[in-house]
């Protein structure tokens, strides 16, 4: 599973959820900032850092494994910028 495919399955898991960002970013202990871009795709997350987001989003191990991948390089996918409400 790529990064933009692993950000759709939590951005629609966060909503049915009633999650904020920082709500998530109080489980995996970092900055919401940091915690949103991570979850956009835009920061790798370590190994528990992205179980803690699964975890807490009833999301496969797949997302888990594609949010532990470095990130690419370059501008945020204008499907990003659309979902990025606090």
């Given at each position: 599973m790529?990064?933009?495919?692993?950000?759709?399955l939590i951005l629609m898991a966060k909503a049915e959820k009633g999650l904020t960002f920082?709500?998530?970013?109080e489980a995996v202990d970092r900055h919401p900032v940091w915690t949103t871009s991570a979850l956009l795709g835009?920061?790798?997350?370590?190994v528990c850092e992205a179980d803690a987001v699964t975890g807490l989003l009833g999301l496969d191990p797949?997302?888990?494994?594609?949010?532990q991948r470095p990130a690419p390089r370059g501008s945020v996918?204008?499907?990003?910028?659309?979902f990025t409400r606090w």
């Open positions: 790529d990064k933009m495919r692993a950000m759709e920082s709500q998530i970013a835009q920061q790798q997350m370590s797949e997302v888990a494994r594609a949010l996918d204008a499907r990003a910028a659309s």
